[in-house]
């Protein structure tokens, strides 16, 4: 499908207490809120994903330190990565919460520290990418690998027919 990215200048501050599913389901629908209202007649997709772990809720690192401790922190353990989507158009919002738990493999302070050095961690919720050379560090997946990534596409083909509209994969 046709599409253009459009930055939604969003506030993207967790509230304090505001639990993971919440959080992600907020900023979605914020996101393509924000965007729709800029673009009357649009059909906007907007999603957000975070990283949950022991109660903890792991955003984007502001530092290599930080992507370095959110790393030691999910080693050898399960985490659940949350993709919320939504899907705006003039006034109307629909949204899709993705759950998908994430084993990592237990990993040494070199196997850390080499991973932060490539920077892929850097603009990634729980400081990885599953998609990239964070593959390598996860044990086995239980959910859908797409909302791990960040957008569970099966959730945007269910929003798209809920505005009636219908993938086709001839263009």
Same mark, same amino acid.
Request: overall charge negative.
């Given at each position: 499908?046709?599409?253009?990215?459009?930055?939604?200048?969003?506030?993207?501050?967790?509230?304090?207490?505001?639990?993971?599913?919440?959080?992600?389901?907020?900023?979605?629908?914020?996101?393509?809120?924000?965007?729709?209202?800029?673009?009357?007649?649009?059909?906007?997709?907007?999603?957000?994903?975070? &990283?949950?772990?022991? #109660?903890? *809720? !792991?955003?984007?690192?502001?530092?290599? @330190?930080?992507?370095?401790? =959110?790393?030691?922190?999910?080693?050898?353990?399960?985490?659940?990565?949350?993709?919320?989507?939504?899907?705006?158009?003039?006034?109307?919002?629909?949204?899709?919460?993705?759950?998908?738990?994430?084993?990592?493999?237990?990993?040494?302070?070199?196997?850390?520290?080499?991973?932060?050095?490539?920077?892929?961690?850097?603009?990634?919720?729980?400081?990885?990418? &599953?998609?990239?050379? #964070?593959? *390598? !560090?996860?044990?086995?997946?239980?959910? @859908?690998?797409?909302?791990? =990534?960040?957008?569970?596409?099966?959730?945007?083909?269910?929003?798209?027919?809920?505005?009636?509209?219908?993938?086709?994969?001839?263009?």
């Amino acid at each position: 499908m046709p599409f253009r990215v459009v930055l939604p200048e969003v506030d993207e501050t967790r509230a304090a207490g505001e639990p993971p599913e919440t959080y992600v389901v907020r900023l979605a629908r914020a996101k393509a809120q924000a965007v729709a209202a800029r673009e009357p007649g649009s059909l906007v997709l907007g999603a957000d994903t975070t &990283v949950e772990v022991r #109660g903890q *809720v !792991l955003e984007k690192p502001s530092s290599a @330190d930080e992507a370095a401790a =959110m790393l030691a922190k999910l080693q050898g353990r399960t985490h659940h990565v949350l993709t919320a989507v939504a899907l705006a158009r003039d006034g109307r919002i629909e949204h899709a919460l993705d759950v998908t738990d994430v084993t990592f493999r237990p990993l040494d302070k070199a196997t850390i520290d080499d991973y932060v050095a490539t920077g892929e961690p850097m603009d990634k919720a729980g400081a990885y990418a &599953v998609q990239g050379k #964070g593959a *390598v !560090l996860v044990d086995w997946i239980r959910g @859908d690998f797409f909302g791990v =990534m960040g957008l569970p596409v099966r959730l945007v083909i269910e929003l798209l027919d809920r505005f009636d509209v219908t993938y086709r994969f001839t263009r």
